[in-house]
């Protein structure tokens, strides 16, 4: 394959991937942005909202806690703790309760050995390492002129793509958990439900997007050392 053709290719599966990615995290803070203004009727927080998504699924040993930042809500399944940020864990906003039924929903999955996730918690040492250090092996392989070594590093960054695989059925179960919970139990009415379930899946898609991403990433490093082995 030529140069021109390598670059062309590139372009057309990296940049799209790129542009997706940005709409995604647009749309993301816009929706958050605007379900955050809108408080619900039933004077629920965010908090109060996975305490009692937790409670619905007889989990007891779950601490919810406040943490600084905007948008840094998680699960922490090592700690058993649900990590909800300033905006979310005392807010009484649509967006709150969503956000929040999502990270107690990780927690139920964690609970019921939810296979997923079980499995994402195992490959992210090996995440962590490849995306710390497996674009640079790749590229040191080509520098040294090395496939060997160049493959590798492809191989261990190849981790971040399964990771984002996997990442996608636990955060959708989770989404899925928090919505049937939030409408069975009238967490929001029926005008409301609408907006969680919108911010929800607006934060999915960037899962989707980060799948692309690292695919696009990969594949790039295929053509790139695939290219320099011809020469």
Same mark, same amino acid.
């Given at each position: 394959?030529?140069?021109?053709?390598?670059?062309?290719?590139?372009?057309?599966?990296?940049?799209?991937?790129?542009?997706?990615?940005?709409?995604?995290?647009?749309?993301?803070?816009?929706?958050?942005?605007?379900? %955050?203004?809108?408080?619900?009727?039933?004077?629920?927080?965010?908090?109060?909202?996975?305490?009692?998504?937790?409670?619905?699924?007889?989990?007891?040993?779950?601490?919810?806690?406040?943490?600084?930042?905007?948008?840094?809500?998680?699960?922490?399944?090592?700690?058993?703790?649900?990590?909800?940020?300033?905006?979310?864990?005392? %807010?009484?906003?649509?967006?709150?309760?969503?956000?929040?039924?999502?990270?107690?929903?990780?927690?139920?999955?964690?609970?019921?050995?939810?296979?997923?996730?079980?499995?994402?918690?195992?490959?992210?040492?090996?995440?962590?390492?490849?995306?710390?250090?497996?674009?640079?092996?790749?590229?040191?392989?080509?520098?040294?002129?090395?496939?060997?070594?160049?493959?590798?590093?492809?191989?261990?960054?190849?981790?971040?793509?399964?990771?984002?695989?996997?990442?996608?059925?636990?955060?959708?179960?989770?989404?899925?958990?928090?919505?049937?919970?939030?409408?069975?139990?009238?967490?929001?009415?029926?005008?409301?439900?609408?907006?969680?379930?919108?911010?929800?899946?607006?934060?999915?898609?960037?899962?989707?997007?980060?799948?692309?991403?690292?695919?696009?990433?990969?594949?790039?490093?295929?053509?790139?050392?695939?290219?320099?082995?011809?020469?």
């Amino acid at each position: 394959m030529g140069y021109y053709a390598m670059y062309y290719l590139m372009g057309i599966v990296v940049l799209p991937a790129f542009i997706f990615a940005l709409i995604c995290q647009a749309r993301v803070k816009s929706s958050y942005r605007k379900y %955050s203004n809108v408080m619900s009727r039933s004077g629920m927080t965010g908090a109060d909202a996975a305490y009692r998504l937790l409670q619905l699924n007889g989990i007891n040993d779950v601490r919810i806690k406040k943490i600084s930042g905007n948008l840094t809500d998680h699960y922490d399944p090592s700690a058993k703790e649900i990590c909800l940020s300033e905006g979310v864990f005392d %807010s009484r906003s649509i967006a709150a309760i969503g956000i929040a039924c999502h990270e107690a929903g990780h927690a139920c999955q964690h609970a019921q050995a939810y296979a997923p996730l079980t499995i994402r918690n195992i490959v992210i040492p090996a995440t962590k390492i490849g995306s710390t250090i497996g674009v640079p092996i790749c590229l040191i392989g080509l520098f040294i002129n090395s496939p060997t070594i160049a493959y590798f590093g492809i191989i261990l960054y190849a981790f971040v793509a399964l990771f984002q695989l996997i990442t996608l059925p636990v955060e959708f179960n989770a989404s899925k958990r928090a919505l049937q919970t939030i409408r069975e139990n009238n967490f929001l009415y029926d005008d409301e439900y609408n907006g969680a379930k919108s911010v929800l899946t607006a934060a999915a898609l960037t899962y989707v997007a980060a799948l692309a991403t690292a695919l696009a990433t990969l594949l790039r490093l295929l053509l790139i050392v695939n290219s320099g082995n011809r020469r």
